[in-house]
């Protein structure tokens, strides 16, 4: 199981953005919704790696939240509600959450295999670095193709020529991408997976 602790940086000098996060968290499949744990915290659940990858990734993209993933057992029945939920996978997403926010990348994870574990935070943290660099543009053409489109559709739908979408694909890491969120999945499965 996988729990995400989520925390919004700098919320002393910000305004509250954990309603509108939990909005647009309402879209994944998880098995337990994301919900405020504390103040400007918000905590899930998922039991797939491609879905936290996903949300982990979205969050990166915001630029407002440090993130913490655990991974490992949770004690079950999980209740009704995310904030009651106990075990080790909610403890793991607590310290990953408190180490976040002092990581290069603003991710951490943590779980029973330290090693697994680190070896999944490497790969989220060189993506969340590529995705944090990349121009508004690069991220226009990466959603075209996450969408399942080809450069051609993506080029109308942009308004611009095929040759542009290549050029903004590459600029924005695309072709690196898609084979690290693989390899990001593996690894936190494996992290997983004692």
Do not use: C
């Not at 990466?142 to 399942?148: C, F, K, L, S």
């Amino acid at each position: 199981m996988f729990v995400l602790t989520v925390d919004q940086r700098g919320s002393r000098r910000d305004v509250d953005r954990v309603d509108d996060q939990l909005r647009a968290l309402a879209r994944y499949r998880l098995v337990r919704p994301f919900e405020r744990t504390a103040g400007d915290e918000i905590q899930g659940v998922a039991d797939t790696a491609d879905v936290v990858v996903d949300i982990a990734l979205a969050l990166v993209r915001d630029g407002h939240w440090s993130i913490g993933i655990g991974t490992g057992s949770v004690d079950e029945p999980l209740p009704t509600t995310t904030r009651a939920g106990r075990g080790p996978a909610f403890e793991a997403a607590r310290a990953a959450v408190t180490r976040a926010k002092n990581t290069p990348a603003s991710i951490a994870v943590e779980g029973p295999d330290p090693t697994a574990a680190a070896d999944a935070e490497a790969v989220l943290t060189l993506l969340a670095m590529l995705i944090g660099r990349r121009s508004a543009n690069g991220h226009q053409a990466v959603e075209q193709m996450r969408a399942g489109r080809t450069q051609s559709e993506a080029a109308d739908r942009l308004g611009i020529s095929k040759q542009a979408v290549s050029q903004r694909l590459s600029a924005a890491g695309w072709h690196a991408e898609e084979p690290a969120r693989s390899l990001a999945e593996r690894l936190l499965t494996k992290a997983d997976n004692l």
